[in-house]
């Protein structure tokens, strides 16, 4: 009788209770039917634009005035609308600083637009690069993803999309921390991952980790678009990460839900599977 009370329990837990603590954050904007913003605490909110796949960038208030945006939505249409109810919400004096995780369009597909509200876009020297000699090719690739009828108007947009690469370069072997009004902010480039370009975005008053793409979402059985990934340096990559940043509390996915630190550890687990099934 107990065991069977236990078992209904599980039984109850797995279908009713959410899979993580960040399950269900609150819903603060729903700007379109496939842009949102979710608060995920206070002075953490994460953006979510499905273009068509739903890709995640995090905006951070440092303090009163600073706010850092860590990667863009996919477009300069989508960017706009966020920009503009982040002014509405708190006040245009706030200033806004974007860091480009990576050269691809879910990372700063949006930089376009913020050149027009002359929001400072912070990305590295190797970012550039590859958006000048790989991102045509990659765009090409992900336009043969984007199968059927339904997806001809991402493949129009994919083929003519236009990028803007970052205003401020920096050299990516070099941790960099943004002090922006008294506040810290940490982007470090652990070796090759997902791209040869990603890097991460430390928050350390919020213990918070944007993890880009090189993290995956607690529910990813694979390791996601490996166009342009080193699945064998990935890896270690991530251990760094790990090791660097132990104080993480809330790690952040380049898709899918946020989770803990132990979305580093799955991440690793997953992209070894990947390659095993590679070779
Ligand atoms: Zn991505």
């Not at 918070?208 to 793409?213: R, S």
């Given at each position: 009788m107990k065991r069977r009370a236990v078992a209904l329990i599980a039984g109850y837990c797995f279908l009713h209770c959410p899979p993580a603590a960040f399950a269900q954050p609150r819903v603060a904007a729903q700007l379109m039917d496939d842009l949102t913003v979710y608060e995920l605490q206070k002075d953490v909110l994460l953006v979510t634009h499905s273009y068509p796949w739903p890709g995640n960038s995090l905006l951070v208030r440092l303090n009163r005035t600073n706010w850092v945006w860590a990667d863009t939505p996919c477009t300069p249409e989508a960017t706009r609308l966020v920009v503009k109810w982040l002014y509405m919400k708190y006040g245009e004096r706030i200033r806004i600083t974007e860091i480009n995780t990576g050269f691809h369009i879910d990372n700063l597909g949006g930089n376009r637009e913020l050149l027009k509200w002359k929001i400072p876009t912070y990305g590295s020297s190797l970012t550039c690069e590859l958006l000048r000699t790989k991102s045509k090719k990659t765009m090409a690739k992900m336009i043969d993803l984007l199968r059927g009828p339904e997806n001809e108007k991402y493949r129009d947009a994919y083929r003519s999309f236009v990028f803007s690469p970052p205003t401020n370069r920096f050299d990516i072997t070099k941790i960099q921390t943004l002090r922006l009004g008294g506040n810290t902010v940490e982007i470090y480039f652990p070796g090759p991952t997902h791209t040869f370009d990603n890097v991460v975005v430390y928050f350390p008053d919020k213990r918070?980790?944007?993890?880009?793409?090189m993290v995956l979402a607690a529910d990813a059985k694979s390791a996601g678009y490996t166009g342009d990934a080193d699945l064998a340096r990935w890896p270690e990559s991530l251990r760094k990460v790990a090791k660097r940043f132990p104080r993480a509390a809330l790690v952040v996915p380049g898709h899918g839900e946020p989770g803990g630190p132990e979305l580093i550890e799955h991440s690793i687990r997953v992209v070894e599977r990947s390659r095993e099934c590679q070779e």
């Open positions: 918070v980790l944007f993890g880009t793409c």
